[in-house]
């Protein structure tokens, strides 16, 4: 594993305790947690879609794909750095469950509350804008929430000393 010294790699600011954290490095860590639980999401929805489930049992595989992917995301960039994969899993629990979390309520609540969205299929736009809202409002809602878990050296915090 190769150290950086002063703090700093690949454009990263290494958070490691209380103190001020850049709104850029917030933003950087939801992104990286939106991607993988939009992915996992709408995975999820494809399958319950796919199979002509009803809404519950294909919100509940679209949220358990959305901590999956999330997580693996994390769990690549860490055993690439030479954690082992017992290691990697702590790390991606650490850094991702909470944001992930707070990501999950809002974007599921918001695609709950859009009339409609819920019976949306993939074919109509409703189903896209309602999840393309869902992801934004998530993203705006998990930055701040992120923002401050760097700053207590929690949440994406603990990965940066893999990078």
């Known amino acids: 594993m190769t150290q950086h010294p002063h703090g700093h790699h690949d454009g990263h600011t290494e958070h490691r305790g209380d103190g001020p954290v850049s709104w850029a490095m917030a933003a950087r860590a939801t992104l990286h947690c939106?991607?993988?639980c939009a992915l996992g999401e709408v995975l999820g929805m494809v399958i319950g879609t796919a199979l002509a489930w009803h809404n519950a049992p294909t919100m509940a595989v679209a949220i358990v794909l959305a901590f999956a992917f999330g997580y693996s995301f994390t769990?690549?960039?860490v055993?690439?750095?030479g954690l082992d994969l017992r290691a990697?899993?702590?790390v991606a629990l650490a850094?991702?469950?909470v944001s992930i979390l707070v990501m999950e309520l809002i974007d599921n609540g918001v695609v709950l509350v859009v009339p409609g969205a819920m019976d949306a299929q993939l074919s109509e736009w409703l189903f896209w804008?309602?999840?393309a809202l869902a992801f934004a409002l998530a993203f705006v809602a998990t930055?701040?929430?992120n923002?401050?878990?760097i700053g207590k050296g929690k949440g994406h915090a603990v990965v940066h000393q893999y990078h």
């Open 34 to 36: 939106l991607t993988g």
């Open 75 to 77: 769990m690549a960039a």
């Open 79 to 81: 055993l690439r750095a």
């Open 88 to 90: 990697a899993f702590k």
């Open 95 to 97: 850094a991702d469950t």
């Open 129 to 131: 804008l309602a999840l």
């Open 143 to 145: 930055t701040p929430v």
């Open 147 to 149: 923002r401050w878990l």
